[in-house]
């Protein structure tokens, strides 16, 4: 048995149903991440697995037991961020762990697990949460879902409101747990976050799981890119559509598909034809970002 199961899930909101037989699985130690359109279900579906919401069909089970709302017995070994974290205005960070702490079956050395988040400098100190960044608010939520040396964290959009900096301490930290056996659920827009984190995807759309596998499964199914990089982005860009390649612009480059007739051999002949420098020219697999909306736009169960 996994350590988190959904077998056949549904949750509906008035005619809506926002859960559709939801069925997947989490094992212990992977990076699963939840991604799907705004709207989806991403965030009904955490509230099912920690018990913070009814389902009306099927069961979540969790360490081998069932999980139900407001029962919390089962809940123990499981840590959650969800949408916002359970913050006190008038406590500082270590009062936030020592209150977490205090009714835990099991729980975290508090000054490491402080450390760990990034919580214990002085930027925290005595200062109260309601004086809080919302980057730090996301920290000490964190911390808190960590508290109970959970063996699953769900974290719904972990990522909010953090700097770069933070966003890479938060991925490092979510590594190294999951390297000691720690299973982490993860939802995020940014994808390009979770293609570097995550072990496994499991893609809701309109309610229904329309994929769920490995990431490099997932990402390898998509077409392999050519990116580009010259002098004339869109002049680049129009020389690749009138030679009738599917071809876009991406940030600063331009992402031509690959096909047994345009290979980078190709793509640099044509800027050469168009006397267009290149500065930077890379071939490989579609990202997740582009891979996601590719399978969206062909999911037939999309209403
Ligand atoms: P996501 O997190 O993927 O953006 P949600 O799980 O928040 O999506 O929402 C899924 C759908 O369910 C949306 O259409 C949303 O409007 C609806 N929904 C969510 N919570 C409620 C609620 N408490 N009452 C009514 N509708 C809701
Ligand atoms: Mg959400």
Known sequence: MSLLELN????????YKAMDNV??????????ALIGPNGAGKSTTMRAITGLMSYSQGEVTFDGQPVRFAKTTSLAK????????SIYPNFTARDHMNYYAMDAVD?????????????DGPKFGKRKAKKFSLGMKQRLGIAIALIRNPKLVVLDEPMNGLDPQSVRDIRALIQSLAQKGI?????????????????????INRGKIIR????????????AEIKVRTNDNAKMLEAAQDAGWEAHLSDDQVVIT??????????????????LDVTDIQTGQTNLEDHLLEVLSTDSTRV
Request: charged share 20%.
């Open 23 to 32: 069925s997947f699985s989490v094992e212990p130690g992977r990076i699963v």
């Open 212 to 223: 769920q596998g490995t990431m490099s499964d997932f990402l390898g199914e998509g077409k």
């Open 8 to 15: 056949h899930v549904s949750k509906s909101f008035g005619s």
């Open 78 to 85: 499981m840590g959650n961020l969800i949408e916002y974290p």
């Open 183 to 203: 299973a982490f659920l993860i939802s995020s827009h940014l994808l390009d976050e979770l293609q570097r984190l995550a072990d496994d995807v499991v893609i």
């Open 258 to 275: 690959m096909t047994a007739d345009v290979n980078a051999q190709k793509v640099l002949a044509k800027a050469t034809e168009f006397n």
């Open 107 to 119: 729980h975290a050395d508090i000054d490491e697990l402080m450390k760990l988040t990034g919580i």
